[in-house]
């Protein structure tokens, strides 16, 4: 049974660095799969952050891309997201997912299991 | 294109069925999936590849969908089916993944 479980402060305060973590376990992402970053502000949409591939290669918002940085650690069997200079809109509730890729004629992409979110608080 | 478009809400009487959809360019190259989303927790997906339904989801969700445009369809609905509903792919190009804005279903 794979599970993700995100970590990381509650609280920010604006201009600063927001670092989060993913752990997994029941699933290597050395293994396979993309590892994705999706965020929430309250009462609105799912808005997606960016995505890691098993082999590193990263895929940004491009409305978040300059103040974004996603890495993993395979040996910790865990992704984190780094997000520099915070706003009052960076609030929102902060979700990991695994997202399955299957290309062909018709692509099937979808993600199959979700952290249970943890919120982030932006203010002084 | 890089976006795809949900009704903001749908209402439908517990019992009926209702049909919720979804448009967007890149649905031509991906296929939608559909997540569930209750108050205070974590989407959970419902149909993906357009018409698959993940184990321990009930059968009255069925998903459909041609060219530009993707449905969500919940036969005989539920009080608890009462939700938000994400429809999701990627663009065009493959790197981004997309969301819709999501619709609110009212069970009456």
């Known amino acids: 049974q794979v599970q993700l479980q995100e970590s990381g402060p509650g609280l920010v305060k604006p201009s600063e660095t927001l670092s989060l973590t993913c752990a997994v376990s029941?699933?290597?992402?050395?293994?396979?799969?993309?590892w994705g970053w999706i965020r929430q502000s309250p009462g609105k949409g799912l808005e997606w952050i960016g995505t890691?591939?098993?082999?590193?290669?990263?895929y940004y918002n491009p409305s978040l891309k300059s103040r974004l940085h996603i890495s993993v650690d395979k040996s910790k069997n865990q992704f984190s997201l780094n997000l520099t200079s915070l706003t009052a809109a960076d609030t929102a509730v902060y979700y990991c997912?695994?997202?399955?890729?299957?290309?062909?004629?018709?692509?099937?992409?979808?993600?199959?299991?979700w952290g249970r979110g943890t919120m982030v608080n932006v203010a002084s | 294109s890089s976006e795809l478009t949900q009704d903001p809400a749908v209402s439908v009487a517990l019992g009926q069925k209702v049909r919720i959809t979804c448009q967007g360019d890149?649905?031509?190259?991906?296929?939608a999936s559909w997540y569930q989303q209750k108050p205070g927790q974590a989407p959970v997906v419902v149909i993906y590849?357009?018409?698959n339904r993940p184990s321990g989801i009930p059968e009255r969700f069925s998903g459909s969908g041609s060219g530009n445009t993707a449905s969500l369809t919940i036969t005989g609905t539920q009080a608890e089916d009462e939700a938000d509903y994400y429809c999701?792919?990627?663009?065009?190009?493959?790197?981004?993944?997309?969301f819709g804005g999501g619709t609110k279903l009212t069970v009456l």
């Open positions: 999701h792919s990627r663009d065009s190009g493959g790197n981004h993944v997309v």
């Open positions: 890149s649905l031509r190259s991906y296929y």
């Open positions: 590849g357009q018409y």
């Open positions: 029941g699933y290597s992402i050395s293994s396979g799969y993309y």
């Open positions: 890691i591939y098993h082999d590193g290669s990263t």
């Open positions: 997912a695994r997202e399955s890729l299957v290309s062909g004629a018709t692509s099937v992409c979808y993600f199959d299991n």
